[in-house]
């Protein structure tokens, strides 16, 4: 699959070389979604990160609200990476999607060859969760001035 630059500049990308990043794609493997296909089941636990590589995926609560969308570029599964944790929410394809899954093992093989990568890779998915955190935060504080 072509990967245009839109879906290299995403924030799990940045700092990385080529090299680098044609090494993590490497590792995932794809499969193909179509609409309202289940990705992820929340409280299912997860072992891999996954990458939007075409697409769309809803993040669903235990009620089915969507909370957020992911689109090309984007990730998921990455809190499960951190502490090892089930999934936090589902993950369901809004149309017909392509993602790419990159097993834990497999991940944490080649981020122990390669330091650097581990080092930014880490930083790039501590930005994310931030990012993440702070739209959580921002909602709970919007819906709290609403009463």
């Known amino acids: ?11 799990i ?9 044609a090494s993590l794609l490497a590792l995932a493997n794809e499969k193909a979604y179509q609409d309202r296909d289940t990705v992820l089941r929340i409280n299912e636990h997860n072992h891999s990160l996954y990458l939007v590589l075409q697409g769309v995926v809803a993040v669903k609560t235990a009620t089915g609200d969507t909370i957020a969308t992911i689109s090309e570029g984007g990730v998921f599964g ?5 502490d090892a944790q089930p999934a936090s929410a589902s ?5 017909n999607s392509t993602i790419g899954i990159v097993g834990q ?3 944490r093989t080649l ?11 880490m930083e790039n998915l501590a930005r994310i969760l931030a990012a993440r955190l ?9 819906g709290r001035m609403d009463d």
Not at 1 to 11: D, S, T
Not at 78 to 82: G, K, L, Q, T
Request: a positive charge; zero cysteines; aromatic letters at 4%.
């Open 1 to 11: 699959m072509r990967l245009g630059p839109a879906f290299l500049r995403q924030e």
């Open 13 to 21: 990308f940045k700092g990385l070389t080529q090299d680098q990043i």
């Open 78 to 82: 990455e809190v499960s990476i951190v």
């Open 91 to 95: 993950i369901l394809s809004q149309g």
């Open 105 to 107: 093992r497999e991940l």
């Open 111 to 121: 981020l122990e060859g390669d330091h650097k990568l581990k080092s930014q890779l």
């Open 134 to 142: 702070r739209a959580v935060n921002a909602h709970l504080i919007a």
